[in-house]
T-cell receptor, first 118, second 112 residues
Framework: EPEVTQTPSHQVTQMGQEVILRCVPI?????FYWYRQILGQKVEFLVS????????KSEIFDDQFSVERPDGSNFTLKIRSTKLEDSAMYFC????????????????FGPGTRLTVT | SQQGEEDPQALSIQEGENATMNCSYK?????LQWYRQNSGRGLVHLIL?????REKHSGRLRVTLDTSKKSSSLLITASRAADTASYFC????????????FGSGTRLSIRP
């Protein structure tokens, strides 16, 4: 069964450094998402992406964050200058269906990248 | 209540028993989804119920939605050890096309 993959599984970086988290969505999916989960807290939406454009982003997704689909298979999340509070598990997700008036579609999540900022 | 609050926070039952988890939300939704998360792993989509639906089944899962009470329940029948996980409801809002808002989850433990 096809699945979303993410690399690396764990990334340790120093405060102020740039990190790029990588995701390979399911191959026939066209809608992509990033979420994060700070330890012990809820899963939070960061951004949705379709047709090489951001569809929607949350208040968390400030100028320090960017997303890109550099080729036909990868979807990346870049954090330009990491802060201690960026430490979290970052989940990539994709969906085959798009956003409709019936609401957001079911999404398929990757296993996550644990980012630790020291 | 906040958007997407599960109840109870933790539930421990004997294998073979049924498990019921509830979700309450504040703002009107267009759909509600349930996800499972095994410890340290990603989220797995279980079921999606639209705001005009009242009940949905998938295998041993039964989800109900009561929009008048702004609540949903997830019933797992004949629980198995492999059902041990955290279960989250996630709501889709009319104000947002793509974003889903997750609740804080119910930690379900199945005792052998």
């Amino acid at each position: 069964e096809p699945e979303v993959t993410q690399t690396p599984s764990h990334q340790v970086t120093q405060m102020g450094q740039e990190v790029i988290l990588r995701c390979v969505p399911i191959s026939n999916h066209l809608y992509f998402y990033w979420y994060r989960q700070i330890l012990g807290q809820k899963v939070e939406f960061l951004v949705s992406f379709y047709n090489n454009e951001i569809s929607e982003k949350s208040e968390i997704f400030d100028d320090q964050f960017s997303v890109e689909r550099p080729d036909g298979s990868n979807f990346t999340l870049k954090i330009r200058s990491t802060k201690l509070e960026d430490s979290a598990m970052y989940f990539c997700a994709s969906s085959r269906e798009g956003y409709t008036t019936s609401g957001p579609p079911e999404q398929y999540f990757g296993p996550g990248t644990r980012l630790t900022v020291t | 209540s906040q958007q997407g609050e599960e109840d109870p926070q933790a539930l421990s039952i004997q294998e073979g028993e049924n498990a019921t988890m509830n979700c309450s939300y504040k703002t009107s939704i267009n759909n509600l989804q349930w996800y499972r998360q095994n410890s340290g792993r990603g989220l797995v989509h279980l079921i999606l119920i639209r705001s005009n639906e009242r009940e949905k089944h998938s295998g041993r899962l039964r989800v109900t939605l009561d929009t008048s009470k702004k609540s949903s329940s997830l019933l797992i029948t004949a629980s198995r050890a492999a059902d041990t996980a955290s279960y989250f409801c996630a709501t889709g809002l009319y104000s947002s096309a793509s974003k889903i808002i997750f609740g804080s989850g119910t930690r379900l433990s199945i005792r052998p």
